[in-house]
């Protein structure tokens, strides 16, 4: 029996996107002086779009009278790419410190939002078990 809905699986998704998109961003940061490093950065769009092409985005029934969908499979991960198309530096490397800190900030309230939301799904479950009080 599973007393979490489906939306705390997407929210863990979520959050596990919003930690990998932090490590990547973090690690080209503290990579700016290191010759010929180039940046990496998290491909979740890409990943989105290939699922909404393939039609492999798996569904969650709520209701027995719901429609199923025929092509139900596993969640789909981000991947990670390397960015080998600039260089901003003369030893090779294309760390842009603004845009990196930048996306380091719009990741963090992304993800600040992310944990606001699974700490509404636990209030909310608590309501329901103190049964309103």
Do not use: C
Not at 65 to 75: G, I, Q
Request: no cysteine.
């Amino acid at each position: 029996m599973n007393i979490f809905p489906q939306s705390f699986q997407s929210l863990e998704q979520a959050l596990s996107t919003s930690t990998l998109k932090q490590r990547v961003h973090s690690a080209n940061i503290a990579n700016v002086d290191t010759p010929n490093y180039k940046t990496r950065h998290v491909s979740f769009h890409e990943t989105l779009n290939d699922a909404l092409t393939k039609q492999s985005i798996s569904s969650y029934k709520t209701n027995s009278k719901h429609f199923s969908f025929s092509n139900e499979t596993s969640h789909n991960t981000p991947n990670i790419k390397v960015n080998n198309t600039t260089a901003y530096k003369p030893n090779g490397n294309n760390v842009d410190m603004d845009l990196e800190m930048a996306e380091l900030a719009k990741n963090q309230l992304w993800y600040n939002a992310l944990t606001e939301r699974v700490n509404g799904k636990f209030n909310t479950l608590r309501t329901v078990i103190n049964e309103g009080r």
